[in-house]
Nanobody
Framework: QVRLVESGGGLVQPGGSLRLSCVVA????????MAWYRQAPGKQREWVAR???????AYANSVRGRFTISRANAENTLYLQMNSLNPDDTAVYFC??????????WGQGTQVTVSS
């Protein structure tokens, strides 16, 4: 069974940076279109960024120009480089497949808190 393990979150000041990682254990990772999602307190989970198996990327308007999604197929790992963070980016961040019809069981996510 595929297991998603997110890491790299933490507390950062506004304007700071973090790099999130997601290991997709037990999968044929290189064939999948993948995405990062986030869920802020009291809000629904939202899509943040996606990368196809051919490494085409796309971003939500709220993060475009600040976040960069990438993947390392040899390591079954998805990354999210987050720069110029602001308090609105505070959320639990998750990775999963791009299509809801293909979701793996959700991981525990990684908490990102942007605060001075």
């Amino acid at each position: 069974q595929v297991r998603l393990v997110e890491s790299g979150g933490g507390l950062v000041q506004p304007g700071g940076s973090l790099r999130l990682s997601c290991v997709v254990a037990g999968s044929r990772f290189m064939f999948y279109d993948m995405a990062w999602y986030r869920q802020a307190p009291g809000k629904q989970r939202e899509w943040v960024a996606r990368i196809t198996n051919t490494e085409t990327t796309a971003y939500a308007n709220s993060v475009r120009g600040r976040f960069t999604i990438s993947r390392a197929n040899a390591e079954n790992t998805l990354y999210l480089q987050m720069n110029s963070l602001n308090p609105d980016d505070t959320a639990v961040y998750f990775c999963n497949r791009l299509s809801s019809a293909d979701y793996f069981p959700w991981g525990q996510g990684t908490q990102v808190t942007v605060s001075s």
